[in-house]
């Protein structure tokens, strides 16, 4: 057997092994106390799928005949919402492209109904009156996952309903050419320095409109949610671009993880690579990155993604994960919380978790958000570590619906079904009106919002029909395809078209540890043991921490009221200088926990200031020709650079590149920048591009300063500068805040030939206190380092 067939038999026998897989974790234990009581009748979950059923075309036909060809249906007005007719939105409304979304959105799930009279009816509909040659700016993520992916999945489903049904032989795959031409017209958002495309773009004119000139930034999800539809873009039309420019876009997301977490932020600039916001979690924002890595694995065979997904889930599961919770950390300070809050697209993760095979998780996870709905009547789009609202809406999002099918699919366990007939019955009374349905201002309230969005046609409802249908009831075998983060269906059967432009070559950055995770016995596995202890997480405890999980000082946050009851419960005090009140423990265990709470708090103290310190890089000058004082302003370190420690230190002369940004070759003055310190604006290009340039003028050290005005290293974190995985820099680089080289600059201009000295802040620090010991002793002394300071050799060697 040649490599290539042995490839492609690899990649056929990948649905069997995930079948195999899903077997394995859903063995069930013989111990009849754990049998659920709550089984659901066969006669009552198909009267559950009908009423879906009813849910969807009460929905579609209120769409049909009051809003198409328009995007969406308001409910409440009934009436179409049109792009530049309808009152504007702000940014909701770059989802909108006035090319019939809902309908396009809504094509494959027709199928899976069994309606192939409507279904041929809706694509004659899509062919004649969507086009996209509009001039109109919109999402990026939003078009390729609803209408690409919708285009795509209709084409492949009609071309199947041609073989197996026997039915629209007018069809010329005239719904394939629509996704190329969209594909297209979505491809100039690409075109940027990091390969990581922009977050929206213009139909017609592409990057071009006046209005995205300064387009920066965009999510880790709008970025990494469009290899699974690219990649059936090519393989289904033979043009390897639309497959080629996703996979560059993952990989330079993969080269943007923080190194020592593997964790990711949330909002990076597509042109320099730099994090914007450095939250990190599962939910907005970032959620379904994680869902493509593992399902491009899936449907395209790239072991790759694998390794990828698992040194992410590991990640996520360390830092993350807070027993069925998840809250957002800091990528670069993963132990430290960033929000005291959960959103409600996090609900997707349990799913994800099934398909991955870690189930225990799962079944907490989806317990709690059970819980949430269960308090609140329906998941509110954002609640707090205590499950009060945060922010009150509901936009009848379909993430907790998928989590429960999935969960159904590999335990059997009824109480899904259960769970699922509760969400069912709730939509149909908080959230039907007379023209279909409408989202809900607030929760608390009940007041509904006059919007419907397309994915209520094409997840929620669908989710729900699967649910309650068994195998026999559906005309296609769904474990035969992909789901896109939309719901979408995309055969397994793509793998085998291959991309003759793209190798699946095996990466050195991951080893045979990225593709293993243990997974637990399958025994205790039964969901009914791992939800009861989780049965009154909610209603049956204060939100406080209690004996059973004791507060580390690493998790202490003084502004949470929660954190500062338990440590007084402990007998700690937080008070004031001056307040010499003291407090008292409740009991012996809880004294003990406070005299171990305050020993970590001091270590922690430590080691935090050691750690920040140890980060920081100086740029120390003197503060005149003949002075002995010397300054030093803070700057951070880069990934990608020789890191200055120890006794190691640069000095030389600092200039000014030309032009400033350093991104054009060659510099202007190059040729007064050989064996100096240049200094480089950020912006236009990539960090490690300047560096690159540097490095190729001569320069010694690179300085990159901030283009953000009034942007500070004491008012801001510190970073380090990312790369792009090549290690060819030999020269140190550091970053500097906006108000930090404003003083730079003013030292420049009094002094024109400035030198420099780059080290390490600890090592100028340790410099400065010797300094003081020895002036402290003599006058003369002092000069005797003074006078040393001017020589070649590092000050504190001469101290």
């Given at each position: 057997?040649?490599?290539?067939?042995?490839?492609?038999?690899?990649?056929?026998?990948?649905?069997?092994?995930?079948?195999?897989?899903?077997?394995?974790?859903?063995?069930?234990?013989?111990?009849?106390?754990?049998?659920?009581?709550?089984?659901?009748?066969?006669?009552e979950r198909a009267e559950l799928r009908e009423e879906a059923r009813e849910?969807?075309?009460?929905?579609?036909?209120?769409?049909?005949?009051?809003?198409?060809?328009?995007?969406?249906?308001?409910?409440?007005?009934?009436?179409?919402?049109?792009?530049?007719?309808?009152?504007?939105?702000?940014?909701?409304?770059?989802?909108?492209?006035?090319?019939?979304?809902?309908?396009?959105?809504?094509?494959?799930?027709?199928?899976?109904?069994?309606?192939?009279?409507?279904?041929?009816?809706?694509?004659?509909?899509?062919?004649?009156?969507?086009?996209?040659?509009?001039?109109?700016?919109?999402?990026?993520?939003e078009t390729n996952i609803r209408m690409v992916g919708g285009l795509l999945s209709a084409h492949i489903l009609a071309e199947y309903l041609q073989k197996q049904a026997d039915v629209m032989h007018w069809y010329k795959g005239e719904m394939l050419e629509m996704a190329r031409e969209l594909g297209y017209r979505l491809l100039p958002a690409f075109n940027t320095t990091t390969g990581i495309p922009h977050a929206r773009v213009n139909l017609r004119l592409g990057m071009k409109d006046p209005q995205l000139k300064k387009s920066r930034e965009t999510c880790t999800a709008c970025a990494g949610t469009i290899l699974l539809e690219f990649a059936a873009l090519s393989r289904l039309t033979g043009d390897p671009i639309f497959e080629v420019r996703a996979h560059a876009a993952m990989d330079a997301l993969w080269k943007l993880r923080h190194r020592g977490s593997d964790l990711m932020g949330t909002v990076l600039n597509v042109h320099s690579g730099d994090w914007v916001r450095r939250d990190s979690g599962v939910g907005a924002g970032i959620d379904s990155y994680y869902e493509y890595l593992f399902k491009s694995y899936v449907l395209l065979g790239d072991d790759k993604y694998l390794a990828r997904f698992n040194r992410h889930y590991n990640a996520v599961m360390k830092y993350v994960s807070e027993g069925p919770m998840l809250l957002d950390v800091l990528m670069h300070r993963p132990h430290a919380k960033s929000r005291n809050f959960m959103d409600s697209l996090l609900a997707f993760w349990p799913g994800l978790q099934v398909l991955s095979g870690d189930l225990k998780p799962a079944v907490q996870t989806h317990e709690m958000l059970y819980q949430v709905m269960q308090m609140h009547t329906l998941i509110p789009e954002a609640w707090t570590v205590d499950f009060q609202i945060h922010w009150g809406q509901h936009h009848l999002r379909p993430e907790f619906i998928e989590s429960t099918y999935f969960l159904y699919?590999?335990?059997?366990?009824?109480?899904?079904?259960?769970?699922?007939?509760?969400?069912?019955?709730?939509?149909?009374?908080?959230?039907?009106?007379?023209?279909?349905?409408?989202?809900?201002?607030?929760?608390?309230?009940?007041?509904?919002?006059?919007?419907?969005?397309?994915?209520?046609?094409?997840?929620?409802?669908?989710?729900?029909?699967?649910?309650?249908?068994?195998?026999?009831?559906?005309?296609i075998n769904v474990d035969e395809f992909v789901f896109t983060t939309e719901a979408h269906l995309l055969p397994l059967s793509i793998a085998q078209l291959g991309n003759s432009t793209f190798s699946f070559r095996q990466s050195d950055e991951h080893n045979v540890l990225d593709f293993m995770r243990t997974c637990p016995s399958s025994n205790k596995l039964f969901?009914?043991?791992?939800?009861?202890?989780?049965?009154?997480?909610?209603?049956?405890?204060?939100?406080?921490?209690?004996?059973?999980?004791?507060?580390?000082?690493?998790?202490?946050?003084?502004?949470?009221?929660?954190?500062?009851?338990?440590?007084?419960?402990?007998?700690?005090?937080?008070?004031?200088?001056?307040?010499?009140?003291?407090g008292k423990a409740k009991s012996q265990e809880e004294g003990e926990m406070g005299l171990q709470f305050m020993q970590e708090m001091l270590e922690l103290t430590k080691m935090q200031s050691m750690n920040q310190l140890a980060q920081l890089q100086a740029v120390a000058y003197a503060?005149?020709?003949?002075?002995?004082?010397?300054?030093?302003?803070?700057?951070?370190?880069?990934?990608?650079?020789?890191?200055?420690?120890?006794?190691?230190?640069?000095?030389?002369?600092?200039?000014?590149?030309?032009?400033?940004?350093?991104?054009?070759?060659?510099?202007?003055?190059?040729?007064?920048?050989?064996?100096?310190?240049?200094?480089?604006?950020?912006?236009?290009?990539?960090?490690?591009?300047?560096?690159?340039?540097?490095?190729?003028?001569?320069?010694?050290?690179l300085i990159v300063c901030d283009n953000v005005s009034g942007s500070s290293g004491e008012t801001q974190p510190m970073f380090a500068m990312s790369g792009d995985g090549k290690d060819d820099v030999a020269i140190p680089v550091v970053f500097m805040y906006n108000m930090e080289f404003t003083k730079l600059a003013a030292a420049m201009l009094r002094r024109p030939q400035l030198r420099?000295?780059?080290?390490?802040?600890?090592?100028?620090?340790?410099?400065?206190?010797?300094?003081?010991?020895?002036?402290?002793?003599?006058?003369?002394?002092?000069?005797?380092?003074?006078?040393?300071?001017?020589?070649?050799?590092?000050?504190?060697?001469?101290?």
């Open positions: 057997m040649s490599s290539t067939s042995s490839q492609v038999a690899q990649r056929l026998l990948l649905p069997s092994l995930l079948s195999v897989l899903l077997l394995i974790v859903c063995v069930l234990s013989d111990d009849a106390s754990t049998i659920p009581t709550q089984n659901m009748s066969h006669k849910m969807f075309y009460h929905a579609y036909h209120a769409y049909m005949e009051n809003a198409y060809p328009a995007d969406e249906l308001m409910p409440l007005s009934c009436k179409g919402r049109y792009r530049g007719v309808t009152p504007s939105r702000g940014d909701m409304d770059d989802i909108l492209g006035n090319f019939s979304m809902t309908l396009v959105d809504t094509l494959d799930t027709l199928v899976l109904l069994g309606d192939f009279a409507e279904f041929e009816y809706a694509v004659k509909l899509v062919i004649r009156d969507v086009q996209f040659d509009s001039d109109i700016i919109v999402s990026v993520f699919r590999a335990t059997g366990d009824h109480h899904y079904l259960q769970v699922g007939k509760r969400a069912l019955k709730t939509l149909q009374q908080y959230a039907k009106v007379a023209c279909g349905y409408a989202a809900v201002n607030d929760v608390r309230t009940g007041k509904h919002e006059d919007r419907m969005d397309s994915f209520v046609l094409s997840e929620t409802f669908k989710y729900l029909f699967l649910l309650f249908s068994e195998p026999q009831d559906l005309i969901p009914e043991k791992v939800r009861k202890p989780l049965r009154n997480f909610i209603t049956g405890s204060c939100p406080r921490t209690t004996s059973g999980k004791r507060l580390s000082a690493l998790d202490f946050q003084a502004s949470n009221a929660d954190h500062l009851r338990a440590v007084y419960d402990m007998g700690i005090t937080m008070v004031s200088v001056g307040d010499r009140s003291q503060l005149d020709d003949q002075s002995q004082d010397w300054t030093a302003l803070m700057a951070g370190p880069s990934h990608f650079s020789p890191e200055l420690i120890g006794e190691q230190f640069v000095e030389g002369e600092i200039v000014l590149a030309s032009p400033l940004r350093a991104c054009d070759e060659p510099l202007q003055n190059a040729n007064n920048v050989a064996g100096k310190i240049l200094v480089a604006e950020r912006g236009d290009c990539t960090f490690v591009s300047k560096a690159r340039l540097a490095q190729k003028a001569g320069a010694t050290a420099v000295r780059i080290m390490q802040m600890v090592e100028f620090k340790r410099w400065q206190l010797a300094k003081e010991a020895h002036q402290n002793e003599t006058a003369a002394a002092a000069a005797t380092v003074a006078s040393a300071a001017t020589q070649k050799k590092k000050p504190d060697k001469e101290l």
